[in-house]
């Protein structure tokens, strides 16, 4: 193939594959702004674990930094497929090309890989020689909201989006198990920044609550920093020493007040 149809290839997959990438996010807020809205209270309160409050125009700013993050996971999403293209990775189509059990077990390994990235890549951009100019974005976003998901500096979504071709270099992937993760990604991500602990108490207080990052987690992230940094499981910041020291504890409260179905008195939000 030559410079000329690749990039016309890629000009017509790319308006489909924005457009996906587009539905996806506002899908994703769409459902947990869903139940957030059609809840009652009674079933809500205890379920709040805001630490600071949200800002008046928050959420319009955050929504505008998600369109541009949109159009950088598209370019590299269209990088993707014409890699598979031009066999340059290991994307592939037929179920059975690599097994079915590596089909079943291939989504669980991602999730690995995927968490293992985020957390270090998170740690880096932590580091005060980058935060400012590359993840300060986010955190602009102190009380996190479900259109934080995507709010990211242009460098940060680069980051983000790498994931998955480098990934791909290595790990054979069928299109079903990257659309499952792609779903998930988003729907975990809208969940975390949330500000409402949405799973059942019996999820919270078993091994999810130990082992899977919760609302909680994500929101102590964003109010205080340089903790929490990980994605979908906890074990990294258990063994690198970045957990919060108050989120266990935080967390049994949280199952406690679940219990009751009645919060325990906590601090005013800090507003911005």
């Known amino acids: 193939m030559c410079i000329e149809d690749i990039l016309a290839t890629a000009a017509q997959a790319w308006p489909m594959i924005w457009l996906l990438d587009l539905l996806r996010y506002l899908l994703g807020v769409a459902a947990v702004a869903a139940v957030l809205d059609l809840a009652s209270q009674r079933w809500l309160a205890p379920r709040s674990v805001r630490i600071r409050t949200v ?40 179920p059975g090309e690599y097994g079915w059990t590596w089909l079943v077990a291939s989504f669980p390994v991602l999730l690995v890989l995927h968490d293992a990235w985020f957390y270090w ?15 300060r974005t986010h955190h602009l976003s102190v009380a996190p909201t479900v259109w934080t998901a995507y709010a990211f500096s242009v460098p940060e979504a680069f980051v983000q989006a790498l994931f ?82 108050a989120y266990a504890s935080r967390l049994a409260q949280l199952v406690g007040d679940l219990g009751d179905g009645k919060p325990s008195p906590r601090p005013a939000a800090t507003a911005r």
């Not at 990604?185 to 059942?200: A, F, I, K, Y």
């Open 164 to 245: 998955l071709p480098v990934v791909l270099l290595v790990v054979p992937l069928h299109s079903s198990v990257v659309f499952a993760w792609l779903l998930w990604m988003v729907l975990r991500n809208v969940m975390g920044h949330s500000g409402m602990e949405l799973l059942p108490r019996r999820w919270l207080a078993g091994w999810w609550g130990r082992w899977m990052t919760t609302t909680l987690h994500h929101e102590m992230h964003h109010a205080y920093g340089h903790t929490n940094y990980g994605l979908y499981f906890t074990w990294w910041d258990r063994w690198c020493g970045t957990e919060h020291p």
């Open 55 to 94: 800002a008046q125009d928050q959420r319009w700013k955050e929504f505008l930094r998600s369109l541009r993050t949109v159009v950088v996971f598209s370019a590299v999403g269209t990088t993707v497929f014409l890699g598979y293209r031009l066999g340059l990775n290991r994307f592939y189509e037929a």
């Open 121 to 135: 890549t998170h740690r880096l951009l932590h580091h005060r020689k980058v935060f400012t100019g590359v993840h």
